[in-house]
């Protein structure tokens, strides 16, 4: 995709300079590129684990980091499944639905499996599989128990996703009002139930 190629030149230009430029970086017209790549802290991840591994930068995007990211998205959406049923069971299902899921729909660019399994070391795919569900777990977690670690690691979760790519903030914030909505629901028919029964 064209933003890959872009981000590989901020990220060379970090390997060679110690430093990213928020001009373009192909053909030095000066001309500021968009917003969202001057902040974007996915490019200073991939120049540092492409300078730390002593790997070329399009080897870490293209073909290092997607097996790893995989993982890591598929026991993401473990760890959310498992706190929401309590049960490692239907987790496993939950994880075996979203690669199977992923392996019949691998439609051009933004079919599901394309997603996952070609593009998931993009920023905004990070945001969406990562991200996203680990937020929703950390989200869960502060529900159930009201602990300050619950609601520290969802507010510096919120912040990654912000400075990875603003999309899945969109998706996170939708999640939140649908599931205070389903809440507030559940517990006035509760309320309503309790009161008719008395």
Same mark, same amino acid.
């Given at each position: 995709?064209?933003?890959?190629?872009?981000?590989?030149?901020?990220?060379?230009?970090?390997?060679?300079?110690?430093?990213?430029?928020?001009?373009?970086?192909?053909?030095?017209?000066?001309?500021?590129?968009?917003?969202?790549?001057?902040?974007?802290?996915?490019?200073?991840?991939?120049?540092?684990?492409?300078?730390?591994?002593?790997?070329?930068?399009?080897?870490?995007?293209?073909?290092?980091?997607?097996?790893?990211?995989?993982?890591?998205?598929?026991?993401?959406?473990?760890?959310?499944?498992?706190?929401?049923?309590?049960?490692?069971?239907?987790?496993?299902?939950?994880?075996?639905?979203?690669?199977?899921?992923?392996?019949?729909?691998?439609?051009?660019?933004?079919?599901?499996?394309?997603?996952?399994?070609?593009?998931?070391?993009?920023?905004?795919?990070?945001?969406?599989?990562?991200?996203?569900?680990?937020?929703?777990?950390?989200?869960?977690? /502060?529900?159930?128990?009201?602990? &300050? %670690?619950?609601?520290?690691?969802? @507010? *510096? +979760?919120?912040?990654?996703?912000?400075?990875?790519?603003?999309?899945?903030?969109? /998706?996170?914030?939708?999640?939140? &009002? %649908?599931?205070?909505?389903?809440? @507030? *629901? +559940?517990?006035?028919?509760?309320?309503?139930?309790?009161?008719?029964?008395?």
């Amino acid at each position: 995709d064209f933003d890959d190629w872009t981000y590989l030149g901020y990220v060379r230009e970090y390997l060679d300079t110690d430093q990213i430029n928020a001009e373009e970086p192909f053909l030095g017209t000066g001309d500021a590129v968009n917003p969202r790549m001057r902040s974007n802290v996915w490019v200073v991840v991939q120049a540092l684990i492409s300078d730390v591994a002593d790997v070329p930068p399009h080897e870490v995007l293209l073909e290092y980091l997607r097996p790893l990211l995989i993982v890591f998205v598929a026991l993401a959406t473990y760890a959310l499944t498992r706190a929401l049923f309590r049960s490692a069971t239907v987790a496993l299902l939950a994880v075996a639905f979203q690669l199977g899921y992923a392996f019949l729909d691998m439609s051009a660019h933004e079919g599901f499996g394309r997603n996952l399994f070609l593009r998931i070391s993009e920023d905004k795919m990070i945001g969406a599989f990562l991200l996203f569900p680990i937020a929703l777990l950390f989200l869960t977690r /502060f529900v159930t128990m009201r602990s &300050a %670690s619950s609601y520290i690691g969802f @507010a *510096l +979760t919120v912040i990654a996703i912000s400075v990875v790519h603003p999309v899945p903030l969109v /998706f996170l914030a939708t999640a939140i &009002a %649908s599931l205070g909505a389903l809440r @507030a *629901l +559940t517990e006035r028919s509760l309320g309503e139930a309790g009161w008719a029964a008395l």
